[in-house]
């Protein structure tokens, strides 16, 4: 029994050298002799950090500028020659502003990695960020004047028959609205009736000093063409005086920038051999 059970450890040994011989094989015909097979557990082992180069380049180009990636993307195809194929994808996901350029992805005929890339991905300027934070919100009288001040450089101030407002002058309306209300009133309804009333009061007596409308004019993102955003205020009646703000037709903007974003990529690769597509493509 004792001798049984040996011949069936050596058989399984050998069968195991047997298989390890096989895979060392095969791996040194498939990879040039850049990976091996281990005994433990037939694990594969990639030896490719001790060679002197690398089998092939790849890596990931990352950058916020459309310049820059074009010029690298367009320099990176010139004589590029490991795949013998004509063109290289660039695939643009207009609603992320971002864009992505593979160089060894290949084709049907002749797949590749996928994994030397460069990726563009747009960032926001300072400007942008704040006129979004505003959007659909509401704000004190100080907290409006503070940041039309702070963003003076960017606003014109509008009435609502488009007068166009000295900045000053807007800023100083707003600090000056006040909502009186009635001191004999009672009731509630006499109560809201009379803080209807003020408010109509002060609306018809600030009605050519409070601004409208802002016009606020910025770079939306780096490197698309400066834009001018309409924001539309309204006074919000209350215990204390409040005003919102909107930007008006945001989405319609924000297609606009997105195709902004297309056409520049793929008027800057014009006379490339990069295909630009609207889309994303995984490629695991």
């Given at each position: 029994?004792?001798s049984v059970m040996?011949?069936?450890?050596?058989?399984?040994?050998?069968?195991?050298?047997?298989?390890?011989?096989?895979?060392?094989?095969?791996?040194?015909?498939?990879?040039?002799?850049?990976?091996?097979?281990?005994?433990?557990?037939?694990?594969?082992?990639?030896?490719?950090?001790?060679?002197?180069?690398?089998?092939?380049?790849?890596?990931?180009?990352?950058?916020?500028?459309?310049?820059?990636?074009?010029?690298?993307?367009?320099?990176?195809?010139?004589?590029?020659?490991?795949?013998?194929?004509?063109?290289?994808?660039?695939?643009?996901?207009?609603?992320?502003?971002?864009?992505?350029?593979?160089?060894?992805?290949?084709?049907?005929?002749n797949p590749g990695?996928?994994?030397?890339?460069?990726?563009?991905?747009?960032?926001?300027?300072?400007?942008?960020?704040?006129?979004?934070?505003?959007?659909?919100?509401?704000?004190?009288?100080?907290?409006?004047?503070?940041?039309?001040?702070?963003?003076?450089?960017?606003?014109?101030?509008?009435?609502?028959?488009?007068?166009?407002?000295?900045?000053?002058?807007?800023?100083?309306?707003?600090?000056?609205?006040?909502?009186?209300?009635?001191?004999?009133?009672?009731?509630?309804?006499?109560?809201?009736?009379?803080?209807?009333?003020?408010?109509?009061?002060?609306?018809?007596?600030?009605?050519?000093?409070?601004?409208?409308?802002?016009?606020?004019?910025?770079?939306?993102?780096?490197?698309?063409?400066?834009?001018?955003?309409?924001?539309?205020?309204?006074?919000?009646?209350?215990?204390?005086?409040?005003?919102?703000?909107?930007?008006?037709?945001?989405?319609?903007?924000?297609?606009?920038?997105?195709?902004?974003?297309?056409?520049?990529?793929?008027?800057?690769?014009?006379?490339?051999?990069?295909?630009?597509?609207?889309?994303?493509?995984?490629?695991?």
């Open positions: 029994m004792e040996q011949d069936n450890s050596a058989l399984h040994e050998y069968t195991k050298i047997v298989q390890v011989e096989a895979i060392q094989t095969f791996l040194q015909q498939q990879t040039e002799g850049s990976t091996i097979a281990l005994p433990e557990g037939v694990r594969v082992a990639d030896l490719e950090q001790y060679l002197e180069n690398r089998r092939r380049y790849r890596g990931t180009m990352s950058t916020n500028l459309i310049s820059e990636f074009v010029e690298y993307v367009k320099g990176t195809v010139d004589g590029y020659n490991e795949f013998p194929v004509e063109n290289f994808p660039c695939f643009i996901n207009p609603q992320a502003m971002r864009a992505i350029a593979f160089f060894n992805l290949g084709d049907v005929d990695h996928g994994d030397h890339q460069a990726k563009l991905s747009l960032l926001k300027t300072e400007a942008f960020q704040e006129l979004l934070k505003i959007n659909g919100d509401r704000f004190d009288q100080r907290q409006m004047a503070e940041w039309l001040e702070d963003w003076v450089d960017h606003i014109e101030a509008i009435t609502e028959d488009g007068t166009i407002l000295p900045l000053n002058t807007a800023v100083a309306s707003i600090r000056r609205i006040t909502i009186g209300t009635n001191a004999e009133a009672t009731s509630e309804e006499q109560t809201f009736s009379s803080r209807r009333s003020a408010m109509a009061e002060v609306e018809a007596k600030h009605k050519d000093q409070l601004p409208a409308f802002l016009k606020f004019t910025c770079e939306p993102y780096q490197g698309l063409q400066e834009r001018t955003f309409t924001v539309r205020l309204s006074l919000i009646t209350g215990e204390k005086p409040q005003i919102s703000a909107r930007i008006v037709r945001l989405e319609t903007a924000q297609e606009e920038m997105a195709k902004e974003l297309e056409e520049k990529l793929r008027s800057g690769f014009e006379d490339s051999e990069v295909r630009t597509f609207v889309g994303e493509f995984d490629h695991r």
